[in-house]
């Protein structure tokens, strides 16, 4: 008998408390071991509308739904004794009989009506909306999956209710609908028509090996996977994609290529399974996936882990790869931050490194610029300019840097003044020299070198996540592992998330993506109502210095949630109690501990996001650069920390004028085009924190609050 667990019961799994799931994996376990087990208590659903439900006891109110038949047993959901009968008479598991896929279909009789929310109805009454897929034929719908039992609705649908819509169809048929509500194609599909059964007829084992039901059913092969399955939660244990993620995981490109989108629409997810379809499409191939931070890198690290030992029978859209072909792929897939694998590779090249600490670096631009006569640059200003310009495009003689593109420092300077910040420099250099020290783009500036002169690079292709953060070093790197081969360099990213770096030229180093830069539109991980908001925080499209555009306008989200909340209060007392009630609140009603993330723009407004989170009684823990995030602890951290995160409920606190945009970064600019690039890079911090909430959102200040809350619609 096969052994199932779908999606919807580990869901539901993670809604009961730690006891109560100790008794249903207890009884999970028991079921595969022998579902015929005396023990094991089944009662018939007489009001079910597929005869093949079944429900087992588990305690005294707890009960799982089952689907048995002869040939399989599936986990569908458990829950109390009243819901988990109410989940099972909405429901029947069908095959599709378009694509041949199994899926879990709610039953169109037992929904009244479809409404739009209350949270997006509008107060005043208009004209009825046109059908947004009047023109779409019937046909094409259920090639996307669309159940037969709905088609009439999600024709029908407009773009008031067609999130309400998308909510009732099985995933890959509510992302199609979406696609198309945002102007894009989804992917067909299609398999051979499935002759349409009655409902008693068992689904067929091929109904659950299509690539769409493999994202919602899993097939428990042991006890050991049955464990893991049941430790995580769905989307922890395996990776999913939609049609357009597949379409670019697969696709091949003659030269370097970028997936941008916003928050939450699924790059991170791309970016993994392009670095395994690579790997195993070139079994003689070294592939490099990277990031950013060290933090980014080792959640990736996990979450490939994951990847790879989790099978699809065609994840990638039709490029079929040898049969059973899996050859050493976690030795030749490498996961490291882009500082890491620079160091290493140049350690393997040269030996290791002394890198200068920014306290020497201080020290030297201190030194240099009391030797030099005429100049009025603040050390702050110094340093910036040596980060940004000199150090970052290696310069290393007074006409590069007289004639350097000015592209991430915009402040205007005069040749006479640039040739006495050159003296200074030139000091600087020469004393990192004498002291054999190296900056991190010094490292990469010698590392592309000797890479750009190889007949074997390291790494034969490069995935690179988090792309609108790596520096010009790293790109110059990049590109000389790269250069402009077919597939050899892939970028995921989003610039309205970048905050660590000035914006540069990718074209001027080599690496061109104009025309191959494709940008995702459906969110998967925020709520509609908190991405509308926070999207406000952006504009429409944002554009690079080359002049590639990701359009935002038309991102949607999957799913509908209550609107964000913003308070001002009148003092700090008063927020704190105001964030301890919100958080109190929504455990209260069962959100765990880890569920809770809270930010502040930096290190000094920790103090106010822990006597908030200290008041509710909740553990906690405060995340930096090593510190990552636990089971059974609220995190607490910076917002440059919440790259990478997500929790189901977030506040954002300290939002309080001159601490977002903060005001020591504005004092240094120098003109009106840095000030622009500090409101920018600051914006995006924000955006950043607010995306990082999927059902719930706080935003909170002592007045006077920052101008942001205003942009955001408080």
């Known amino acids: 008998m096969n052994f199932r667990i779908a999606d919807t019961f580990t869901d ?10 100790k008794a249903v994996k207890t009884t999970a376990f028991d079921l595969q071991i022998n579902p015929a087990s005396p023990g094991l208590q089944f009662h018939k659903l007489d009001k079910a509308r597929d005869r093949n439900f079944w429900s087992v006891r588990v305690g005294s ?3 799982l739904i089952v689907h048995r038949t002869d040939a399989s047993l599936l986990l569908c959901y458990v829950d109390h004794h009243d819901k988990a009968y109410q989940w099972a008479e909405r429901r029947r598991l069908e095959t599709h009989p378009k694509t041949g896929a199994a899926q879990l279909v709610e039953v169109r009789e037992t929904v009244q009506e479809v409404i739009v929310p209350v949270y997006v109805q509008e107060e005043r009454k208009v004209p009825p909306k046109a059908a947004l897929f009047a023109e779409i034929a019937a046909e094409r719908m259920l090639a996307y999956g669309v159940p037969v039992s709905w088609l009439d609705d999600v024709l029908a649908a407009t773009e008031d209710n067609v999130l309400d819509v998308a909510a009732h169809l099985p995933a890959e048929a509510a992302e199609a609908v979406l696609c198309l509500a945002v102007g894009g194609t989804p992917t067909e599909r299609v398999v051979p028509p499935v002759e349409r059964r009655s409902l008693d007829v068992v689904i067929e084992a091929e109904a659950f090996e299509h690539p769409d039901a493999q994202r919602r059913f899993r097939t428990v092969t042991d006890i050991e996977e049955l464990e893991r399955a049941l430790e995580y939660p ?34 991170t997810v791309v970016a993994l399974h392009r670095a395994v379809f690579l790997a195993r499409a070139n079994p003689d191939a070294r592939v490099l996936l990277t990031t950013f931070s060290d933090t980014l890198a080792n959640a990736l690290r996990t979450q490939l882990r994951r990847l790879i030992h989790k ?12 049969s059973g072909y899996e050859p050493r792929l976690a030795e030749r897939l490498e996961v490291h931050s882009i500082n890491a694998i620079g160091l290493r590779l140049f350690k393997s090249h040269f030996g290791a490194p002394q890198i200068a600490s920014h306290d020497a670096l201080v020290a030297a631009l201190k030194a240099a610029a009391g030797e030099v006569e005429g100049h009025k640059s603040s050390p702050y200003f110094l340093l910036t300019e040596w980060e940004q310009v000199v150090d970052a495009w290696q310069l290393d003689t007074w006409e590069s840097y007289r004639d350097v593109r000015r592209l991430g420092r915009k402040t205007r300077l005069p040749e006479a003044q640039r040739a006495i910040l050159w003296s200074i420099f030139e000091r600087v250099r ?8 190296m900056t991190v783009p010094g490292v990469f500036g010698k590392l592309a070198a000797a890479v750009a002169g190889s007949k074997n690079p390291p790494f034969h292709f490069a995935v690179v996540d988090e792309s609108q953060d790596i520096g010009v070093a790293h790109l110059r790197f990049l590109a000389a592992l790269g250069g402009d081969r077919a597939n050899s360099l892939f970028f995921a990213g989003d610039l309205g998330q970048r905050i660590f770096q000035q914006p540069f030229s990718w074209r001027a180093l080599g690496v061109d993506i104009r025309g191959r830069s494709r940008t995702l539109h459906v969110n998967y991980r925020t709520s509609h109502q908190i991405r509308m908001q926070a999207d406000r925080l952006l504009g429409p499209e944002v554009s690079d210095v080359d002049g590639n555009t990701e359009e935002r306008s038309h991102t949607i989200s999957v799913f509908n949630g209550p609107a964000p909340t913003i308070q001002v209060a009148e003092d700090e007392a008063a927020e704190i109690a105001g964030v301890s009630s919100w958080i109190s609140d929504l455990s209260g009603k069962g959100l765990a501990p880890s569920e809770f993330g809270v930010f502040v723009r930096s290190d000094a407004q920790l103090d106010r996001a822990r006597a908030a989170v200290q008041a509710t009684g909740l553990p906690f823990k405060v995340l930096d650069d090593k510190v990552e995030t636990s089971s059974g ?18 506040v954002v606190m300290a939002c309080d004028d001159e601490v977002i945009p903060l005001q020591k970064r504005i004092e240094t600019v120098a003109d009106d085009a840095d000030l622009e690039d ?17 059902d719930h959102l706080l935003v909170t200040a002592v007045a006077p609050a920052s101008e942001f809350l205003d942009d955001l619609g408080r």
């Open 678 to 694: 500090v409101y920018n890079t600051e914006r995006h911090l924000l955006y950043v924190a607010c995306t990082r909430a999927r």
């Open 430 to 437: 020469s004393r990192l020299a004498v002291q054999k020290l």
């Open 311 to 322: 099978r699809e029978a065609d994840p990638w859209g039709g490029r079929r790869l040898p």
């Open 234 to 267: 769905w989307e922890k244990w395996t990776v999913f994609l939609h049609p357009d993620q597949r379409g670019l995981v697969g696709r091949d490109f003659a030269g370097p290529a970028r997936v941008s989108g916003s928050a939450g629409t699924g790059k």
């Open 633 to 650: 602890f609220a995190s607490i951290a910076p917002m440059h920390i919440a790259k990478g995160l997500e929790f189901r409920a977030v």
């Open 12 to 21: 539901s799994l993670a809604r009961l408390t730690g006891d109560e799931q």
């Open 61 to 63: 109110d707890i009960r």
